[in-house]
């Protein structure tokens, strides 16, 4: 039954090429294969050309024109995909093949991306449904045509469609992927894979199946010595070889193409003919990239397949271990010691001095707030601000270390006087989006706003940290979200939290925050970008630009950068009084997070 079934499958497929070798076939020379469903699911991504897509619209054409087409016979649906599926037509749509042609005529291509897995999906949960007149009993057969690689995974969808009897053919076209097809094809990859050079050739690949179906030709009347395919023409027969195989000069055996000896194949390491094609295989400590040429070393380090406890520093396929400064590597190359460098170096701190792994920081008595040196300390305390914290939700930050970011947030506003009419918060979260989880007119206590950060839902997507820049000067400080009037003097600060490259591009906005008058303060942990930070933050840099490697040490960032406002009372529009005016520069500042040592360790680890 199988066998019959792919014969009857390919004989559908090959009849296109009729349409060009010989005179359409009339009503009474159908093809008389027993009841099929079949359904065409077309690539319409914008890398198809509108002439090459009219060539698809005939290819269809003229394969509806060989067959039986009926409710009782050959049943035809299309679909077509790009970055979406849409359904032009069901298996029970058109009963007649005047429709059917005049419904392939009238569809008009998406034009967006390559989603070729979801396509399959459809076809599978959609098309081949009672609902959508697919039959009990009957051969689904489903006619896949590309002319690119699918932008989603395709081997596990079309492996679940074939487990459920779909028989699945990949047409390939020009561009298309050769891994990809096989991927999508039923088995035999000989009988179920075609790639031909362009849309103007794809007819070509049902050549050697044209005779099947229909009629008696001498390649079944002789022993035409054929080793692969053998093609009737009117009174004689010539044989041809399967893709992937070219014919010998004895014109009836064939032999495998060698791919690699083109010299075309692009391979970053080794190439390897396999029957189709060739595919591309990398050197030891080397891994395949997704275009299945360039050749990457394998980084355990950034794979998580090392045993260091500090800092992996990787090689092709291999890794060394290495401590952060103030501490040393043990005998065993992996873990490391810490020194203290409260008790070893010269920290200068007026009251306390407290050891972090590879640094230490000041703090001062209950009271008191650090000054701008990082080592003295006094009474400044912060005024009214508006605060717009842009906090990092990407995977990369992971579940466990963005608890330990909200904690963070919840430190800096401990050390605001927060109220309607002093200091304003609004908390900003990004990934691959932005999503605004309370602006600055919504809480008016630090306890508020503490309970609204730690109910904050992770995002875990990517970093579009130039989107929420966007954002933040185009809504958060905004009158409508609960910013004071320019007018009012009232500053305005935003603090970028990150952990990694911004996958967009932060310049103009970042830019653009500084043009409005917001001061900037940037904030980065791990493999967050020091340039990045560094454009982002307000100049003088030193003051509004930080750094540690590990999320544990945040808090200890949040410890020391306490807002330290001291507008001048003209400045304050009555609206708070000053109790312990000080004598600041700038309206407002950071305090230094970190002594000299920490900037060094920044110097030395950011990514």
Do not use: W
């Not at 360039?294 to 260091?308: F, Q, R, S, V």
């Not at 020091?530 to 750094?547: C, Q």
């Amino acid at each position: 039954m199988r066998q019959l079934r792919g014969l009857c499958a390919f004989a559908l497929l090959t009849l296109a090429a009729l349409a060009t070798a010989r005179p359409k076939a009339g009503p009474e020379q159908k093809c008389k294969s027993g009841p099929v469903d079949l359904v065409f699911l077309i690539d319409s991504s914008r890398s198809v050309r509108p002439h090459e897509f009219e060539t698809m619209r005939k290819f269809m054409i003229d394969i509806l024109d060989t067959l039986d087409i009926g409710l009782n016979a050959t049943r035809v649906g299309v679909v077509q995909y790009s970055s979406q599926v849409r359904t032009e037509f069901s298996l029970k749509a058109h009963p007649k093949l005047d429709s059917m042609v005049k419904g392939i005529n009238e569809i008009i291509p998406l034009a967006q991306g390559t989603m070729t897995g979801l396509a399959i999906k459809y076809v599978m949960n959609e098309a081949f449904t009672a609902e959508a007149g697919d039959r009990p009993k009957v051969p689904n057969v489903a006619v896949i045509v590309t002319d690119g690689r699918p932008q989603d995974r395709v081997a596990e969808v079309a492996a679940e469609a074939r487990e459920k009897g779909i028989e699945i053919y990949a047409v390939g076209v020009a561009r298309a992927d050769m891994t990809s097809l096989r991927a999508m094809a039923s088995p035999p990859f000989e009988d179920h894979v075609f790639l031909v050079e362009s849309f103007d050739l794809i007819h070509q690949f049902g050549l050697q199946f044209q005779d099947k179906l229909c009629g008696v030709d001498l390649c079944l009347e002789s022993d035409h010595g054929c080793e692969h395919v053998c093609e009737s023409s009117p009174g004689s027969y010539h044989c041809l070889c399967l893709p992937g195989y070219t014919l010998n000069d004895d014109g009836k055996t064939c032999a495998v193409i060698d791919y690699c000896s083109f010299g075309n194949h692009s391979c970053n390491h080794e190439c390897v003919s396999v029957l189709n094609g060739y595919h591309c295989t990398c050197n030891e400590g080397y891994r395949l990239l997704d275009d299945g040429k360039t050749c990457h070393a394998i980084d355990l380090c950034a794979e998580g397949k090392h045993d260091c406890e500090q800092i992996c520093i990787s090689g092709p396929g291999v890794f060394t271990c290495d401590c952060n400064k103030g501490f040393k590597l043990n005998k065993d190359k992996k873990t490391c010691t810490n020194m203290d460098l409260c008790n070893t170096v010269e920290h200068g701190c007026e009251h306390q001095c407290v050891s972090t792994p590879g640094s230490y920081y000041c703090i001062c008595p209950e009271g008191q707030l650090l000054q701008e040196d990082g080592k003295s300390c006094g009474t400044c305390k912060s005024a009214n601000i508006d605060l717009v914290l842009l906090i990092d939700g990407s995977k990369s930050v992971r579940p466990q270390n963005f608890e330990l970011v909200k904690k963070f947030v919840n430190q800096v506003v401990d050390s605001l006087d927060v109220s309607a009419h002093g200091t304003r918060v609004g908390l900003v979260q990004y990934s691959s989006r932005v999503r605004t989880e309370f602006s600055l007119n919504m809480y008016h206590t630090a306890d508020e706003i503490k309970a609204a950060v730690m109910k904050v839902d992770y995002m875990e997507k990517g970093t579009m940290t130039g989107l929420a820049l966007k954002h933040m000067v185009e809504n958060s400080f905004s009158e409508a979200e609960g910013a004071r009037p320019a007018s009012r003097n009232i500053p305005r600060i935003g603090l970028v939290f990150t952990d990694g490259r911004s996958q967009d591009d932060i310049t103009e906005y970042a830019k653009k925050a500084k043009e409005a008058g917001i001061t900037m303060y940037a904030v980065g942990v791990g493999k967050a970008v020091e340039d990045e930070l560094r454009e982002i933050a307000s100049e003088p840099l030193e003051k509004h630009f930080y750094y540690t490697t590990d999320f544990t040490a945040i808090s200890t960032i949040a410890e020391n950068l306490k807002l330290n406002v001291c507008p001048a009372a003209e400045e304050s529009q009555g609206e708070i009084e000053v109790k312990d005016p000080c004598a600041c520069e700038s309206l407002v500042e950071f305090q230094q997070a970190t002594m000299s040592s920490l900037e060094q360790l920044t110097q030395k680890h950011i990514l």
